[in-house]
């Protein structure tokens, strides 16, 4: 279908001729190989906020005040302007006032949403596409060395308040709020949230509980459930019920003599930690037949291993859990067992990731763009670039290994001079293949809503250096260069180019270093920004359009 670049020979295709079932979509997508953002309006003067996100319906665009007090809504429009003269198309300049920030984004509101003591968190945002609900967040400052309460590891941040905010986009009316009181939960880039249809997960790192909340259509958040020190709903209930009991029993035993014994609660491992323990010990007890050698296996693989057991907590899987040991745990909520039990480099996982990567994001039902979303296991240019990552790791393996057997097959005497090259060599055939997946499974969970459906993202589409632009919503490294996306159906065609600085730029070119873009999931419509710094407001704003 359409063996054409020509928009207006596109749609005459269209009309006549019937899509395969279930691609009708993907067909429709095709048509922005031709609408693509082909202008560019650079240092475009703008309002001082703090620029976040499109909403992925693309009906609302979120920002916040520099002071992280208030919350402030725009709505995309397109450019519209009027010329006087002969030639108006053609002309390059566009007058002054079409080279505002107004003149894309129609400003609805601006509402506040922290208190006085409180920061909006600035990297968190969720929207609900159904009810086009926003869910925001707000904390206190945080406080390092918290002390220890009832139920709380040690080592944890803590903040006073937490406050999860569900907004009305439509108007900006706040419908409900949820409080989490001394807790810590990392809201950067919605680690710590994840939102499903109407269920909204908030993990409690300083309590080691997963909250479990409804957004009705009512716009009600409601408490569902809380996973952790207890799995079910009512087995609080049961463990203080047979507590009492107990402590009648002694009661009666001891003649009346009150003990001051410690609640039997704090006693006991957590629910979600019980349930962890007997997996294990189920998976390695049916691992051996003979009753001889199950007992030697559970003293090796399970006791001896058990306070390391009882010691894991619940953590986003980062990077950093390369120096420790980190396990990927599956829970069904419903039966309240874990199914599945990983450790962090086991390619049983990873291939389960490399095959079926849009299980570890689901996206809600209702979704019109997040769907498309190219990814290793539904787009074959992604996963053929995964192999290729891939190969190279391993290619590099067996380099060591045909190196290793040239330093064995030398002289004494030179052997033993490179005999401490070789243990480094033997050391990084080791652990390479398992750096590789280490790194790839270091993502998981998958953060939600952190990508954009922008079609120009489609690896279907067109093609692009993913070291300096891709789907995922992060600042990078700026360059001098042009980005390009090139067409995937005509490999040596350029689409467009996005650059975030004038052609012939001097020394304010060279003072870039950081570069972060928006683009809009429907429309040929981007915003890059231009920052100094991390840490630092951007000193340059640029809109991508199409003329």
């Known amino acids: 279908m359409f063996k054409t670049n020509n928009v207006a020979s596109r749609i005459f295709e269209r009309q006549i001729r019937t899509p395969a079932p279930g691609t009708s979509v993907h067909s429709a997508r095709r048509f922005y190989e031709n609408l693509v953002p082909s202008f560019t309006i650079y240092d475009v003067e703008c309002p001082d906020h703090s620029f976040f996100k499109f909403t992925d319906d693309g009906q609302y665009f979120v920002c916040f005040s520099r002071n992280r007090q208030d919350l402030i809504v725009y709505r995309p429009t397109w450019l519209s302007f009027s010329c006087k003269g002969e030639d108006c198309d053609n002309n390059q300049e566009l007058p002054p006032q079409a080279k505002r920030f107004e003149s894309f984004f129609t400003q609805l509101y601006v509402k506040p949403l922290a208190s006085c003591n409180e920061l909006i968190c600035k ?18 400052a945080q406080i390092q060395d918290a002390r220890g309460t009832d139920g709380a590891i040690l080592g944890v941040p ?14 900006g009316f706040k ?15 919605n680690m710590g949230a994840f939102l499903y249809d109407d269920l909204l997960a908030v993990v409690s790192l300083r309590y080691q509980t997963i909250h479990i909340l409804q957004i009705r259509d009512s716009g009600n958040l409601v408490d569902v459930r809380a996973i952790g020190a207890y799995c079910r709903e009512d087995d609080e209930l049961f463990l203080n019920s047979s507590s009492q009991l107990a402590g009648n029993r002694g009661d009666l035993v001891d003649n009346g003599t009150n003990h001051d014994q410690p609640n039997s609660n704090n006693s006991f491992l957590s629910g979600i930690k019980q349930r962890l323990l007997s997996f294990i010990f189920r998976e390695i007890w049916s691992e051996e037949t003979d009753q001889t050698q199950r007992v030697q296996c559970l003293k090796k693989k399970f006791y001896f291993h058990f306070q390391d057991y009882v010691d894991l907590v619940i953590l986003k899987a980062s990077r950093n859990t390369d120096q420790l040991p980190a396990f990927f745990a599956v829970y069904n909520m419903e039966t309240t067992e874990i199914v599945a039990f990983y450790q962090n480099a086991a390619d049983e996982l990873y291939l389960l990731f490399e095959r079926f990567c849009d299980h570890f994001h689901a996206t809600s039902i209702n979704s019109m763009y997040m769907n498309f979303i190219s990814s290793h296991s539904n787009n074959i240019y992604a996963l053929e670039q995964l192999k290729s990552m891939k190969n190279k790791a391993t290619s590099v393996s067996q380099v060591l290994i045909s190196l290793s057997e040239v330093v064995t097959s030398l002289p004494f005497y030179s052997f033993l001079v490179y005999l401490w090259n070789s243990l480094w060599i033997f050391f990084l055939i080791r652990i ?20 954009s459906p922008s079609p120009y993202f489609d690896q279907s589409l067109f093609r692009f250096d993913e070291k300096l632009i891709s789907a995922t919503d992060r600042p990078r490294q700026s360059t001098d260069h042009p980005i390009r996306f090139i067409s995937r159906r005509q490999p040596n065609i350029l689409k467009f180019k996005i650059k975030t600085g004038p052609e012939f730029g001097g020394a304010d070119g060279r003072s870039k270093k950081y570069s972060h873009f928006l683009f809009h999931p429907a429309w040929p419509l981007a915003l890059s920004f231009i920052q100094p710094s991390l840490f630092l407001p951007p000193s340059a704003v640029n809109i991508h359009f199409r003329r």
């Open 158 to 171: 803590s903040f006073e308040k937490i406050t999860i905010h569900l907004f009305r986009l439509e108007d």
């Open 123 to 140: 990297d968190f945002f969720l929207y609900m596409e159904s009810n086009q609900y926003g869910i925001f967040a707000t904390s206190t």
């Open 432 to 451: 390479l293949p398992g750096m590789f997946v280490k790194k790839m499974l270091s993502s998981l969970p998958l953060n939600c809503q952190s990508m």
């Open 175 to 189: 419908l409900d709020e949820k409080v989490f009181h001394n807790d810590c939960v990392n809201l950067t880039h």
